[in-house]
C-alpha cells in the first residue's frame, strides 16, 4: 500500500505483494494465463518475428516486416510476465523475460529512443505522425512494463532503459523552445509517465503526462500541422477522421462526451485522472468524473463494453446499443476497468466499482476462450453469419469466432496482463478505512495507523452470493470496512460473528461502512441475493425495445445455438417465466450454473417458406431454453 | 411491339411509342422527373465537370478532375433525356440532348475508344485493370444512350459512335489469338450490347455479350492475371473481395446464389436473361431463373430492395434482413426491376411482376424525395443517427437524409432515366396475349393477329384497389387479356362489361386469363381489396422477430418522428389494432392515404434515468400513431 500525500488520491490501491487471489474463479482464471494464455502469447510474439524485431536487423524480402505497433505487444507481454512472477516463481519465464529485456536494452538507441519499427524500417521518419504513428503509444506500453518489471523485480535494468527513453521524449516535446508541440495520436503514454513517476519520484515525468494533456485540443490542431509538414492535405472535410477520433477536438477540460476511438479515449481518461490525483487538480479530476458519468448513463453496453461500432472502433451517438453491430474492443472494456480504479482512488462510490464488476466478468472475460489460447478483438453481444470481425466477408456459413492471434494483437496482450493483475481490482484503502470491491476468494494486508491487519475473504462468487470475510488484526484495531452492495443487488444481509448487527447499517454510495473496534478473528458474513434478473434498456435506446437480458448476479447470460439450436431470435419469453438454476454437468462449463427456462419459439421454416407473410402464417411451438454466461 | 422469333423470348415489352402513362400515380411521379428531377441533374452534369470532362482538356490543377465513372452518369442521363423526350416534346431539352452527343462524338478516339477519363488521365492505362476502373461498364451505359436516342430520334447519329466504340471493343475482347480474355469488374455492357443487337440486328454484338458472359469466372481468374501484370499482388486472401464481389467466382452457369456487388450481380443477370432469349440458350435462362428464385426468397428486402450491406456494396448471407444497416442501393432496386422485365418475357408468372411492383413502389421510389431533388444512395429501412450513408460519422445529432448529389452519383442518374421509361414496365404480349402487370393509368396499343388494339386503364392505383379497363379493338378480336392479382391480394373480384363472369377464372401463375372475343368498348372492372396488413418475416430472418410491417396493397408504410415523435422503437401495436385510413390533409402528401391507429408507447426517460433496469421499470401510455408510405 502507498501513501499518498495527495488531496485528490484519498484511497490507496494493493499492489501484488499486498494482495493475493487464493482460489475459487478468479484462481481458476489467473491460473489459465499464467499456464496458457501467456506461453501461447510468448510464443506467437516469437513466431510472427515480434521479437526478433528488437535485434533490428530485419531486411527488405525477408519475412515479418516489423509493423509500428509491434513494441507495445512485446512490452505488454513482458508486463503480464513480471505481474505473474509476482504472484507466481518461475525460471523458465523469469528467464524469458530477462532475454527480452536484453533486447530492448540492445535496441535503445544513443539518444534513448526506442522503438524497433522506425529504427529499423523508417529511420528518418521519427516524430512525423504522431496522428498515426503509434510512437508514443509504444513508448507509454514500453515504461509501464519497465516499472512493472521494477515493481516486481526490485530491479532496475529496464526502468533504466525507460527512464532514458522517457528523458528523450522529454526533451523532444514541450513548450520550449526548439521542442516539438505534439502530443500522441493514440494515448497511452500519459499514465505510463504517471506510474513512472510514481515508481521514480521524479517529477519531469509527472509534468511531460501534464504537458501530454493540457496540449491536447489546441488550436490550431497539431496534427494538421504536421501533416501539412509532410507535404500532406489535413483531413478536414471530417473532422470526426482526425480531431473527435485521437479526442483532440477540444482540450481535455473541455470535453463532455466520450468521442472518437474508445481505447484512445479511456486511456486519456486515465491519464487525466492519474495526473488529476498526482497534481491535486481538482477541475481535471472533474472533467473526468463527468466524462465517467456520461460514458455509463449513455455510451456503455450491458456487457460493460464500449466502443459501439467498428466504423471508428469507437464511439458513436447516445443510447446507441446495438447486438450484432456492436464493436465493443477488449482493450477498450479493459480501460474501462483501469479507470475505474483510477477514479476509486478519489472517492468510495460504487459507480466505479459496479462498472468494473460489469466489465471484467462480462466485457473483458468474453476476450479470451476457456481455455486461454483464443481471442476476441470485437466483443457484440450477438453473432452474426458471413463476416470476421474486421468486416470482411468470409462465406455464408462462417460464423463469428475467437482467434488465436491478430496482425494487430493489443487485444491478446492486454488481456493477458490485465487477468494477472486482478488482484489489484479487489480492494483499496487508507489508514481509517478498507474498501472491499469485488468479491473473491483472497486476502490482503493493510495497515490502519500502523497495526498489520490481514482481510481474508471466502466466497464462491459470482455464482454464489455468500461472501465470509475474516478480519485479522495483529491487535485489535479500530478502523472501518466498506462492503461494496452491488447495483444489482435488491437485497443483502449482513451479519458480524453470526448475529445481525443491532441497527441497519447506511449504505453510503454504495458501500456499507463498518465501523468498529475489530478484535483477531472477527467475522463479517454478506449475502447478496442473486436471482435471476429480466434486465431492459432505457427506452431512448432504439435497439431491442422488445428484448430482455438474463443476468444473475453480476454475470449476463446468453444463449448458444450449441444448447437451443438455430433461430436463437425467435425464442419468446413468457411474460412470467420461471427460472431453473443448475450447475451444467457438461463440457468446458461443468459446475458453472447455467439458467433453464421454459419458452416459445416459432416454427421452423421449411426450405421454401416465403420470406414475407402476413402476421400470423408462423405458429409457435413450447421449448426448453438454456442460458449460460456470457 | 417487336416481333420475336426465339423460342425462349415469348412476350414483348413495347416502347415507349406504343405504351404511355395518361394520368394518376405514375404520371404525377413521370412529370416531376421530367420537370425538376432531369433539370437538376443535368444542372449537376454541367457543375461537376462531367459534360465539360467529354472535352477532354483538363489540366493537373485545375477543378474537376475527371473520374472513371463520369462517363457513364452522362449517359444514363442522356438516355433519360431520351425516353422524356419520347413522351412529351422539349426543344430545349433535344438541343441539349445534341450538344452532349456532340461532344462524345468528339471524345471520340481515331480507333473507336471512348473514354473521357483514360484519354485525359491516365492514356497508357487502357484496359489494364477491369477490375476495378469501370471503362467496360462506362461503354455499356454509352450504348445504351446511344439506342435509347436512336428508338426516339430514328436518327443515327448517337448509335453510329456506340456502333464503332462496340466494333472497337469486340476487336480487342475475345478468345482469338492476340485479343484480351477479359471482362468487366462492373457488368453492364453485357446488356447494353444485346440492345445494340437489338437495335441494329448486327450479330456480333450479341456474341460479344455472350462471350464476356461465358468468359466470367474461368479459372485462372482473368482480374489475378491482369493484377500480376500491373505488377500487383493478387488479392486471393480474401476471394470474396475479388472473386465473388464481381461474380467470378464461378462461371456464370454454376452460378446459384446471389453475392457480391448487388448492382454488379444484377446486371450480369439481366445480361445473362438477354442473352438466353437472343440465342434461344434454355440451360442460361435457367440458371438466371435460378437466381431469381433464390434472391425473392432468401435476399430480397420487404421494400423490394437488395445488397443488405455497405461493406461490399451487396449481398451477405441468406435471411440476413437488417434494418437500419440495410444498404438497398436505389441502383440495385432498379435492376431488380429490370431484371424483372427481362424475365417476363419469358414466362407469365406473377413471380417477376409482384416483385417489380414492390420496388417500384418502396425500393426505387424512396431514392428520389417527393419534389424531385433530393435523392437516397442506400434506402434503409431505419434512419439512424450520427453517420452518413457512406458509413461516415458526421454529428451526433445528424439523421440519414436525401442529397442533392454524391460523388459517385449512379443513383440520381440511374432513377432519373427509370422513372422516365415507367410506361414499359406496365405490359407484355404475343400475337394472342396481352398481359397487364402494373396497373396505373394508360394505355396501350398492340395488334394481335394484325387487328390493331387499344387498352386503356383507369386506376387510382396504388391508393385504391378499382381498375376499369376498356378493350378497344379496331374490330372483334379474338384474343387473352391477363391481369395479375398481385400477391399480396388475398380477394380480387372481377367483372366483364358490369356482370360477373359465368364460371369463376382460374388464377394461372398469378395472372386471371380472360380469353374471348373481344367488341370495341368491353369494359373489365377488376376489384383488389386493399386492406391495412400486418406483415412478418420468415423467422429465418433473424432480425426483428417482434416487429410487424404495415402494408396497403404495394405500398409498404413507415413511421416518421415528424408524425409521431421521437423513440419510434418504443411504440408497440395492440394485438389487435384498428387501422383508420384518410387522406392526408397537409404537407406534401396531401391526398394521400395514411393509416392511423391507436397503440402504446414506452414513458420517455428522463435525463438521468438508468441505462438498464429490471424488467417493468418502464410504464407504457396509449397513443396515437400515423404510418405514411414509405
Given at each position: 500500500m502507498k501513501t499518498k500525500s495527495q488531496k485528490l488520491g484519498i484511497y490507496n490501491s494493493f499492489s501484488l505483494n499486498e494482495a493475493k487471489i487464493n482460489g475459487g474463479f478468479w484462481n481458476e482464471r489467473m491460473e489459465n494465463n499464467r499456464k496458457k494464455t501467456l506461453p501461447a502469447i510468448l510464443d506467437q510474439l516469437e513466431?510472427?518475428?515480434?521479437?526478433?524485431?528488437?535485434?533490428?536487423?530485419?531486411?527488405?524480402?525477408q519475412p515479418n516486416r516489423p509493423h509500428i505497433f509491434w513494441d507495445s505487444?512485446?512490452?505488454k507481454v513482458i508486463e503480464g510476465?513480471?505481474?505473474?512472477?509476482?504472484?507466481?516463481?518461475?525460471?523458465?519465464?523469469?528467464?524469458k523475460v530477462a532475454e527480452i529485456v536484453d533486447l530492448f536494452a540492445s535496441a535503445q538507441q544513443p539518444d534513448g529512443y526506442l522503438n524497433s519499427y522506425f529504427t529499423t524500417i523508417e529511420p528518418g521518419k521519427r516524430w512525423t505522425n504522431l496522428r498515426d504513428n503509434h510512437e508514443l503509444y509504444c513508448a507509454g506500453h514500453v515504461i509501464e512494463a519497465a516499472v512493472a518489471h521494477f515493481n516486481i523485480k526490485e530491479d532496475t535494468s529496464f526502468l533504466d532503459i525507460a527512464c532514458k527513453y522517457a528523458d528523450y521524449i522529454e526533451s523532444v516535446f514541450g513548450r520550449k523552445r526548439g521542442q516539438m508541440r505534439g502530443y500522441p495520436g493514440h494515448q497511452e503514454i500519459e499514465l505510463a509517465l504517471v506510474r513512472l513517476y510514481e515508481a521514480t519520484k521524479k517529477k519531469r515525468y509527472l509534468k511531460l503526462a501534464q504537458y501530454f494533456i493540457e496540449e491536447r485540443g489546441r488550436k490550431p490542431n497539431y496534427f494538421d500541422k504536421e501533416a501539412a509538414k509532410r507535404g500532406e492535405t489535413p483531413d478536414t472535410n471530417n473532422p470526426h477522421r482526425v480531431y473527435e477520433y485521437t479526442q483532440a477536438h477540444l482540450p481535455v477540460r473541455e470535453q463532455t462526451k466520450p468521442v472518437g476511438h474508445a481505447v484512445r479515449a479511456v486511456y486519456l481518461y486515465i491519464g487525466m485522472t492519474a495526473v488529476a490525483i498526482a497534481t491535486d487538480d481538482k477541475t481535471l479530476l472533474n472533467a473526468s468524473r463527468r466524462l465517467w458519468k456520461e460514458m455509463i448513463s449513455r455510451y456503455i453496453h450491458i456487457s460493460g463494453g464500449i466502443g459501439q461500432t467498428?466504423?471508428?472502433?469507437?464511439?458513436?451517438?447516445?443510447?446507441?446499443?446495438?447486438?450484432?453491430?456492436?464493436?465493443?474492443?477488449?482493450?477498450?472494456?479493459?480501460?474501462?476497468?483501469?479507470?475505474?480504479?483510477?477514479?476509486?482512488?478519489?472517492?468510495?462510490?460504487s459507480t466505479y466499482s459496479d462498472v468494473i464488476e460489469q466489465t471484467l466478468y462480462n466485457g473483458i472475460l468474453s476476450g479470451v476462450s476457456l481455455d486461454g489460447t483464443k481471442f476476441f478483438y470485437g466483443?457484440?453481444?450477438?453473432?452474426?453469419?458471413?463476416?470476421?470481425?474486421n468486416g470482411t466477408f468470409i462465406s455464408d456459413d462462417y460464423n463469428y469466432r475467437r482467434n488465436d492471434w491478430f496482425e494487430c494483437s493489443c487485444c491478446p496482450t492486454n488481456i493477458t496482463r490485465l487477468i494477472a493483475q486482478i488482484p489489484t481490482f479487489l480492494y483499496t484503502a487508507n489508514d481509517s478505512l478498507i474498501a472491499v470491491h469485488q468479491y473473491a476468494d483472497s486476502e490482503v494486508n493493510f495497515t490502519p495507523n500502523d497495526i498489520p491487519v490481514k482481510i481474508v475473504q471466502e466466497t464462491d462468487y459470482p455464482w454464489d452470493g455468500k461472501i465470509l470475510i475474516s478480519v485479522l488484526p495483529e491487535q485489535t484495531a479500530s478502523f472501518t470496512?466498506?462492503?461494496?452492495?452491488?447495483?444489482?443487488?435488491?437485497?443483502?444481509?449482513?451479519?458480524?460473528?453470526?448475529?445481525?448487527?443491532?441497527?441497519?447499517?447506511?449504505?453510503?454510495?454504495?458501500?456499507?461502512?463498518?465501523q468498529r473496534k475489530w478484535e483477531k478473528g472477527d467475522k463479517i458474513t454478506l449475502t447478496l441475493s442473486m436471482p435471476v434478473e429480466r434486465i431492459e434498456a432505457n427506452p431512448n435506446a432504439r435497439q431491442n425495445p422488445d428484448r430482455i437480458a438474463l443476468k444473475r448476479g453480476p454475470v449476463v447470460y446468453?444463449?448458444?445455438s450449441a444448447d437451443n439450436g438455430r433461430g436463437l431470435n425467435h425464442i419468446y419469453l413468457p411474460l412470467d417465466p420461471e427460472f431453473e438454476v443448475s450447475e451444467s454437468t457438461?463440457?468446458?462449463?461443468?459446475?458453472?450454473?447455467?439458467?433453464?427456462m421454459k419458452a416459445y419459439r416459432k416454427k421452423t421454416p421449411a426450405k421454401n417458406d416465403p420470406l414475407y407473410s402476413p402476421l400470423g402464417s408462423w405458429s409457435y411451438a413450447k421449448c426448453s431454453v438454456t442460458a449460460i454466461p456470457y
Open positions: 513466431k510472427t518475428g515480434r521479437v526478433e524485431a528488437l535485434k533490428q536487423n530485419w531486411k527488405p524480402g505487444d512485446t512490452a510476465c513480471c505481474y505473474s512472477l509476482a504472484t507466481n516463481d518461475d525460471e523458465k519465464l523469469e528467464k467498428l466504423r471508428n472502433e469507437g464511439f458513436t451517438t447516445a443510447y446507441d446499443l446495438p447486438d450484432e453491430s456492436a464493436y465493443l474492443e477488449t482493450c477498450a472494456s479493459i480501460s474501462m476497468a483501469l479507470w475505474g480504479m483510477k477514479m476509486l482512488e478519489t472517492e468510495l462510490n466483443n457484440p453481444l450477438a453473432s452474426y453469419p458471413g463476416f470476421n470481425g470496512v466498506a462492503l461494496r452492495v452491488p447495483g444489482w443487488c435488491k437485497s443483502a444481509t449482513l451479519k458480524i460473528n453470526g448475529r445481525k448487527p443491532k441497527s441497519a447499517y447506511n449504505i453510503i454510495m454504495g458501500y456499507i461502512r463498518i446468453c444463449l448458444e457438461s463440457g468446458s462449463i461443468k459446475g458453472i450454473p447455467v439458467i433453464k
